[in-house]
T-cell receptor
Framework: DQQVKQNSPSLSVQEGRISILNCDYT??????FLWYKKYPAEGPTFLIS?????DKNEDGRFTVFLNKSAKHLSLHIVPSQPGDSAVYFC?????????????FGKGTLLTVNP | GAGVSQSPRYKVAKRGQDVALRCDPI?????LFWYQQALGQGPEFLTY????????KSGLPSDRFFAERPEGSVSTLKIQRTQQEDSAVYLC????????????FGAGTRLSVL
């Protein structure tokens, strides 16, 4: 069973507009969440993270929102740029002895059109 | 080096052949991880090292998979008697310390078993 779900395989937006990527999780033990960006033929690159004690974390154009009651997080990119076109992975780790282990979603392909 | 380095980038093996994949983590990083990424999926955890100690190998798919990090730096993932279902991208990641931390990924080794 998938504990981290990214239900949109792809998303297309216009340059300058907002991109919103969504992620749902089922494991209530997850308490640390990360977003990674991946270009073709490269490894995932860390983008932004959030701990469960917060509901928002912002870094430049990127903001992650966490709704614990809904077990939902989202990544907002404003304004979107063509260079943001990549696959975005949501990942989570659980509290406890295995907190080093990341569980990933399947990813969402974002295309930003000029 | 500046980032996590993996070699080879691509490996083609005949079914039944043994392969060895190398990972050079970021200098000074205590923790090292191996993930397997099948086509269209997110990375899946294989194993975790803290320095030279392999603390978790719960994700290794079978006893044909073996990983080591003898001096607490470079790591090798070995797959014996490769099968077609082993075809995937194998990603290595490292992090500064143990626990829930940002993991920095290499570009991966794409293994194709014919």
């Amino acid at each position: 069973d998938q504990q981290v779900k990214q239900n949109s395989p792809s998303l297309s937006v216009q340059e300058g507009r907002i991109s919103i990527l969504n992620c749902d999780y089922t494991n209530s033990m997850f308490d640390y969440f990360l977003w990674y960006k991946k270009y073709p033929a490269e490894g995932p690159t860390f983008l932004i993270s959030i701990s469960s004690i917060k509901d928002k974390n912002e870094d430049g154009r990127f903001t992650v929102f966490l709704n614990k009651s809904a077990k939902h997080l989202s990544l907002h990119i404003v304004p979107s740029q063509p260079g943001d076109s990549a696959v975005y992975f949501c990942a989570a780790s659980a509290s406890g002895g295995s907190n080093y282990k990341l569980t990933f979603g399947k990813g969402t392909l974002l295309t930003v059109n000029p | 080096g500046a980032g996590v380095s993996q070699s080879p980038r691509y490996k083609v093996a005949k079914r039944g052949q043994d392969v060895a994949l190398r990972c050079d983590p970021i200098s000074g990083h205590v923790s090292l991880f191996w993930y397997q990424q099948a086509l269209g999926q997110g990375p899946e955890f294989l194993t975790y090292f803290q320095n030279e100690a392999q603390l978790d190998k719960s994700g290794l798919p079978s006893d044909r998979f073996f990983a080591e990090r003898p001096e607490g730096s470079v790591s090798t993932l070995k797959i014996q008697r490769t099968q077609q279902e082993d075809s995937a991208v194998y990603l290595c990641a490292s992090s500064r310390s143990g626990g829930a931390n940002i993991q920095y990924f290499g570009a991966g080794t794409r293994l194709s078993v014919l």
